[in-house]
């Protein structure tokens, strides 16, 4: 029997609960710790939380914590550095895999990058997502950040980007960046026009960033081997560093590079979220070529 992927509002207290859980998992793997172990840690009854993670997931804790091994992790690198040779090869811009989001990145020109935004209006706002609040800016041309509140709140978002835009007019739009949330974290369209980011960054940045969308939808790679797709295979340290100052989380999909050890390495948003995202895209991945098998 496939398994089913159960349309849900967005809701932090749950996400906040199945962070806690998968951090107890990641920590006590080796124990292989029982349903009601987790549930006891998390102060819900067995029937509750494996009802809740599995909603939220699509599977169960104990095939969850599957996804997020080495053993796991060694075999997904081997086969998205398989994905994106074939690419090269073949001269696509990217997998081409149906379940991809269609995602164009678009370098702010050096004046705006000079200027600090002078003309320019971004408005943001701050909505649920499967992983908790986030906080999304837009300017008129595409998404300029994405950013999960798990480790700042709205007020310091904010405070960030009108210091990173000081002469930009900056406008609090709920209503206005809602849409843009539901296309990103609820997708019902194939030919739909693509989300468009208007990123600025370094040449190199910029060169990082396109790299990363070429990575599939639930694929993993490694620091080095994104050097390497990018022509710059001493670079890694330096891919690293471009990967720390994305400002589209998610998006531009920085979570889906790690170790060559199969290890997680750092994450700017903390490896919980990374862990959550690897895990909840690797399960809809499976139900996603289940459905087209």
């Not at 089913?4 to 710790?33: K, S």
């Not at 000079?114 to 986030?134: D, M, N, W």
């Not at 199969?262 to 990374?274: F, T, V």
Request: aromatic share 10%; proline share 4%; net charge positive.
């Amino acid at each position: 029997m496939k398994p089913v992927i159960e349309a849900t509002a967005y809701d932090g207290e749950t996400y906040e609960c199945i962070t806690r859980a998968i951090a107890f998992m990641r920590q006590n793997h080796l124990n292989q710790p029982d349903l009601k172990t987790i549930a006891q840690y998390v102060h819900l009854s067995e029937y509750h939380f494996q009802r809740l993670f599995t909603k939220w997931a699509g599977i169960s804790p104990k095939r969850f914590l599957q996804y997020l091994t080495v053993e796991y992790a060694k075999s997904k690198i081997a086969e998205t550095k398989s994905i994106l040779e074939l690419t090269v090869d073949t001269g696509l811009s990217s997998p081409g895999r149906l379940h991809d989001l269609f995602v164009k990145l678009e370098a702010m020109s050096p004046g705006e990058f000079k200027t600090a935004g002078a003309g320019l209006q971004i408005r943001y706002g701050v909505h649920e997502s499967p992983f908790g609040h986030c906080f999304i800016a837009t300017t008129a041309r595409g998404i300029c950040n994405l950013h999960f509140l798990n480790t700042i709140d709205e007020k310091t978002a904010e405070h960030h980007l009108r210091k990173e835009w000081a002469k930009a007019e900056i406008i609090r739009d709920r209503q206005g960046t809602r849409e843009i949330c539901d296309r990103i974290f609820q997708p019902v369209a194939t030919n739909s026009s693509p989300l468009v980011l208007h990123v600025k960054g370094t040449n190199f940045q910029i060169q990082v960033w396109r790299a990363l969308l070429r990575i599939p939808f639930g694929g993993i790679a490694t620091y080095q081997g994104l050097a390497q797709l990018m022509g710059r295979p001493t670079a890694a340290r330096a891919v690293g560093n471009a990967l720390g100052n994305n400002p589209v989380v998610y998006l531009i999909p920085c979570h889906r590079v790690i170790r060559e050890s199969g290890e997680m390495g750092g994450y700017r948003w903390g490896l919980e979220l990374k862990a959550a995202l690897l895990g909840w895209e690797a399960s809809r991945n499976q139900y996603l070529e289940q459905e087209r098998a």
